[in-house]
């Protein structure tokens, strides 16, 4: 099994608190972990109709062996059960006895803070990140190769064919999830939506024209976007604006989590593909600011991602506010590193002139490198942006 940075924390917290619930997209290796990190664990599969049924009938039962640790997937499918977990919990008072996991996190979210309060400890695994492939014989030289092949750990562990896995994933997350979030009446109108996402990677999101281009009102696609948020298949980045003199953009940037989907979607199968395709530097960017991401639910550091661009098209690719300083990054996909590189830092470090800001350019190359205007990062060394 290929260790996942995630599982340390997890074993670190579990006997500080009653309940840990991990979230992440289908697939992402929930399941796996937990079993992995929790062996001994009585485990549920709430998916299942007999497990499901025996959850919502009995909870008492259901419950019986917390003392001896109790796994239960999937936690979502049966939302009442929080109710049992927490008289459990605060009439037992023990921890880390109880594992729960969820793949719809709105949905989740929203009951586990209403019920669990207090008493969870939150974590969300997404696909592998390159780090973690590593060392083992999966680990890829050009980044390319990652971005077309996509992280879901079952096309590692299988070595499955990866754009009819892609494929099978759209088509089941459509039927199954989509179904149980929303009321999507027509399937293929939203398999074009999904595509019409993927062609706007790293744009800012104009609802009208995703209205317009669909046929439907702004408020289905607003709907529509939540949904893809909620199964951790986009993300939004929201902008970064302070009371700035010149007018900044306040509308989000769209990304997909993982770049393997959203290629399939755009119908680039091999790496050769994105060599000369217009969207080469979104995806790249969607890339990095979602292993960007990994690094900060895996570290748990709660560091929040945003970007800033102005209505003079002054811009920055990724700004993360952490621990009361702000790490400004630029993300450029060519291999070779060019002066032009390094404009925007020029601004920023007048317009950031009173914050504690650190400057990184992340590119396409393999160099790590100290340069006056700021540390230039390849994409390998990416996690070095956290030190």
Known sequence: MIQRDIGNKILEIKDKMPVICVT???????TTLVKYLFPDYKYYNLEFPEHRQFA???AIAFLANIEQGIIIDEIQRVPELLSSIQYFVDERKLNGRIIITGSQNILLMQSVSQTLAGRVALFTLLPFSFSELEGT??????????????FFPRIYDENLDVNTWLQDYTNTYIERDVRQITAVKDLSLFTKFLQLCAG????????????NNLGVDVKTVKAWMSVLETSFIVFLQQPYYRNFNKRVIKSPRLFFYDTGLACNLLGINKKEDLLSHYLRGGLFESFIISELHKTIFNQKNNGKIYFFRDSNGNEIDALIEMEGQLKTIEIKSGKTIIPDFFKSFHYFNKLFSELNTQNFLVYGGGDFQQRTAATVVGWKYLNRIFE
Do not use: A, C, L, W
């Open 56 to 58: 919502q009938t009995d």
């Open 24 to 30: 992440g997209p289908r697939q992402s290796g929930k």
């Open 137 to 150: 014989n999966f680990e890829e030289k050009e980044f390319e190769s990652y971005m077309v092949k996509s």
């Open 200 to 211: 706007h990677t790293g744009q800012i999101i104009n609802f009208s024209s995703f209205s």
